[in-house]
């Protein structure tokens, strides 16, 4: 589970960001929307500990990452916090497997080979393994990326616009995806988006303005 | 895990990589074979100068005389008159005076006509066999029974002068008594019998024109009979040159004035001869190691440029590996780690390509002028060197990449992407 409180943050003196507090439980989802400008994405990297508010508390499992230091974070968001970004970042010279075995030897110091062949096999995707993530569509390049985010079993999933590249059928299967496998992992799964595909079918949502 | 990614990195951009790596390769390479030449070429030269403090033969050039008396790389200036010779062999400063008469040579290798204190000179013993002791007995260098495949009790005729075509000498044929061991100096490389043999071998051609070459001994005595052997002790002879020990210490400084003031032969000292040589020597070695330097810097430019032009669409890749709980230290450590595996990748080829070229020069000197380098020693503290100057130069060319990569702002490398 995760909850906030009171988190400011401002890049510079003229505009202070004033976030709403949130509060989701493990294995459900809250959507965070808004438009452009509103420091969804900037909530987000707050949230996932890439940036730090100026003032606030973000409990995680009973942990205030605010008040961690840099390298406690770096090593906190490995464990508790998988991440899936809008476009899908990869270590280009790793294979799709090495790419989940790096993530969970960074976080953990082991491989977890045999978690991310089944996190593969769920995702549909696990005949790509050893292909490089470059020759793999965008739609897969996703589903890897959830399998990633999920490799480490965190309390924590964070989603930044992961539909908004696909398609409709694509961005439904990933949007079904990330439910079920948060809700089978026991992850808090928070979603920034404006995807009005997405917007409809959930009831938790914060709207920043 | 690190180390693997880095490894991977490196060989999914391989035009980099092989570039920078090719660059290495050959600056390791050139310096490699540098090192390993130069001690060697030093060591051989001066292991065989051990014992020799001064060189007597004809007058000439110096530089020549040693060369030819004592490496057996040169021809000869000229020859000196065996009974004036005496006179300073015999002279109570000496402690040992070793005679040298160069004869024929037998398919490219010298036949060299001298005293058993050659050999014992140069510590070589005879492992299989005798001593020579009669005329046409022969003593032959290790590397040459084992090229040539001689053996104790064959026969061989020689071939006139040094040169392998030379007219074949066949009213004599050397008879092998004994084969020295293996003593790493010239003499492995030597075909070693009395003076005399030298003398008699030659002794029939004066009936037909003379050579004419220098180095070669002819005696100009009008003997018509052949059937008695000549003996060391015979009258009006030349030999090519003596080697001295001396005793005194002012001898040393002394002859190598007073014997050119005074008679038609010349004294040099091989220690000064060789030291001017590896003056003239060194100045093309320093040469040849600035400019291996030079490409070592260069690569580590390339390796710098690599680096530095693949951060900015790394960068991402880098965000992406703090997300998954990299420490800004781990990112540091993956670019140093690239270049230094570069580099030791460089090294390793470098190290292997200068032996090999090393081995290919060695043959080539092996038949020029029989003297051979071992491609197999390891010279641990001047490589050692070398290997932390590598690694120096992919330290420095990976500093800035580094330092990028780990002031990188994960944030703001995510959202602009």
Redesign the interface.
């Known amino acids: 589970m995760i909850s906030t409180k009171n988190i400011r943050f401002s890049y510079n003196k003229e505009q202070e960001f004033i976030f709403p507090d949130l509060y989701c439980e493990a294995g459900s989802t809250l959507l965070i929307t808004g438009d452009s400008g509103k420091g969804k994405?900037?909530y987000l990297?707050i949230l996932?500990g890439?940036?730090s508010p100026t003032s606030g508390e973000i409990n995680i499992a009973a942990t205030d990452i605010v008040s961690l230091s840099?390298?406690r974070t770096?090593?906190f968001?490995?464990?508790n916090i998988g991440?899936v970004?809008q476009?899908s970042?990869?270590?280009?010279?790793?294979t799709v497997l090495?790419n989940l075995e790096?993530?969970s030897?960074?976080?953990t110091g082991k491989k977890h080979t045999k978690r991310a062949k089944k996190l593969l096999a769920q995702l549909d995707i696990d005949n790509q393994a050893s292909k490089l993530p470059s020759q793999l569509s965008i739609g897969q390049q996703q589903r890897v990326s959830i399998a990633?985010a999920l490799i480490?079993e965190p309390k924590v999933l964070l989603a930044d616009e992961p539909t908004s590249s696909l398609d409709d059928k694509n961005a439904e299967k990933v949007m079904e995806l990330l439910t079920s496998l948060s809700k089978e992992y026991k992850a808090a799964l928070l979603i920034v988006t404006h995807d009005s595909r997405i917007k409809e079918k959930f009831i938790n949502k914060i709207t920043l303005v | 895990m690190i180390t693997k990614l880095a490894w991977k990195n490196i060989w999914f951009k391989p035009l980099n990589t092989v570039l920078s790596v090719f660059l290495l390769t050959s600056s390791v390479a050139i310096i490699t074979t540098l090192i390993l030449v130069e001690k060697q070429f030093e060591e051989k030269f001066s292991s065989n100068i051990e014992n020799v403090d001064l060189v007597l033969g004809a007058q000439g050039s110096p530089l020549q005389l040693i060369l030819s008396s004592v490496y057996q790389v040169d021809t000869p200036p000229g020859n000196i008159s065996y009974d004036s010779a005496k006179v300073w062999m015999n002279h109570p400063f000496v402690e040992k005076a070793i005679p040298l008469a160069f004869g024929d040579n037998y398919r490219g290798y010298k036949i060299l006509g001298t005293t058993t204190d050659y050999l014992a000179k140069y510590n070589a013993k005879v492992i299989d066999g005798v001593l020579f002791e009669k005329n046409f007995e022969v003593v032959v260098g290790s590397e040459i029974a084992k090229k040539l495949n001689l053996q104790v009790g064959e026969e061989f005729f020689g071939s006139h002068g040094d040169a392998e075509e030379g007219e074949v000498h066949e009213n004599y044929a050397y008879k092998v008594v004994g084969i020295a061991s293996k003593t790493g100096k010239v003499v492995d490389n030597l075909i070693i019998c009395t003076i005399p043999t030298v003398w008699q071998m030659h002794h029939q051609h004066k009936e037909k024109p003379p050579h004419g070459e220098e180095g070669h001994v002819h005696e100009p005595d009008e003997h018509e009979h052949v059937e008695a052997d000549l003996t060391i002790d015979e009258p009006n002879m030349e030999i090519t040159a003596v080697l001295l020990k001396i005793r005194n210490q002012m001898a040393k400084l002394t002859w190598q004035r007073v014997i050119p003031q005074n008679t038609k032969m010349q004294a040099v000292s091989p220690a000064f001869e060789v030291n001017r040589l590896f003056g003239l020597f060194g100045i093309g070695v320093t040469a040849l190691q600035y400019l291996a330097y030079g490409i070592m810097m260069i690569s580590g430019i390339s390796i710098f440029i690599a680096l530095y032009t693949t951060l900015k669409e790394r960068e991402s890749e880098f965000a992406l590996l703090r997300v998954n709980g990299a420490r800004r230290f781990q990112l540091l450590k993956i670019v140093m780690m690239e270049s230094l595996l570069l580099c030791v990748v460089g090294f390793v080829f470098g190290s292997i390509l200068g032996r090999v070229a090393l081995s290919m020069l060695s043959n080539a000197s092996e038949a020029d002028f029989k003297m051979s380098f071992d491609p197999y020693t390891f010279l641990w503290q001047k490589e050692g060197v070398l290997l932390v100057v590598t690694l120096l130069v992919g330290c420095i060319a990976a500093l800035i990449p580094a330092i990028k990569a780990y002031n990188l702002n994960i944030s703001k490398t995510l959202a602009n992407a």
């Not at chain 1, 970042?89 to 790793?94: G, K």
Request: no cysteine; charged share 30%; net charge positive.
């Open positions: 994405t900037t990297h996932a890439l940036l840099e390298k770096d090593r968001r490995g464990k991440v970004f476009k970042y990869f270590i280009a010279a790793l090495e790096m993530a030897w960074l976080a990633r480490n």
